[in-house]
T-cell receptor, first 112, second 113 residues
């Protein structure tokens, strides 16, 4: 089955700097890659997603890139702000309503 | 649109006791999932329903966990008997087939003492 590896497990960046979180997946049939943000004590919330027929997707300060050949994808947050502090999970699935396999998460700290 | 509803929000039980969680998905969502999220880890799928049928329960510890989705709407997840390592947040999610991704409920935080 699918296995998703995520790193780093913890990331601290200065406010205003960029943050990058990287993930790899094992199942070459996976074709949908969502990213979730989970604030302390709250539910995971979808922040951005990418399909396998697209190499990059951007939404304001957030962007995702996908390299299907290498089976890795990344989340990029630019101009980080205090409210970006949270745990971020990458995930992979074969299609949008199939089971989603999550990475172990990255705890992002934005330093003042 | 109303979200995925879960109850209770919190539950504390002693080991070997039983506990049940309830989930009401978004109206019209055929697919329902139960995930277990242990502190500091990513959510792990326990079971996936399509309407009232089980699609995947390969990760469900069937000796102590059971789940049902009668009538293809609400779902309950039960643990009997509970162990200390079952302490986690149990998340329910639902999705509308083919177009949209998951929406998670707020979860039930279970503490087994």
């Amino acid at each position: 089955g699918e296995n998703v590896e995520q790193h780093p497990s913890t990331l601290s960046v200065q406010e205003g700097d960029s943050a990058v979180i990287k993930c790899t997946y094992s199942d070459s049939a996976s074709n949908y890659f969502p990213w979730y943000k989970q604030e302390l004590g709250k539910r995971p919330q979808l922040i951005i997603d990418i399909r396998s027929n697209v190499g990059e997707k951007k939404d304001q300060r957030i962007a995702v890139t996908l390299n299907k050949t290498a089976k890795h994808f990344s989340l990029h947050i630019t101009e980080t702000q205090p409210e970006d502090s949270a745990v971020y999970f990458c995930a992979a699935t074969r299609n949008r309503d199939d089971k989603i396999i999550f990475g172990k998460g990255t705890r992002l700290h934005i330093l003042p | 649109e109303a979200g995925v509803a879960q109850s209770p929000r919190y539950k504390i039980i002693e080991k070997r006791q039983s506990v049940a969680f309830w989930c009401n998905p978004i109206s019209g969502h055929a697919t329902l999932y139960w995930y277990q999220q242990i502190l500091g880890q990513g959510p792990k799928l326990l079971i996936q329903f399509q309407n009232n049928g089980v699609v995947d329960d390969s990760q469900l510890p069937k000796d102590r966990f059971s789940a049902e989705r009668l009538k293809g709407v609400d779902s309950t997840l039960k643990i009997q008997p509970a162990k200390l390592e079952d302490s986690a947040v149990y998340l329910c999610a639902s999705s509308l087939t083919s177009l949209y991704g998951y929406t998670f409920g707020s979860g039930t935080r279970l503490t087994v003492v």
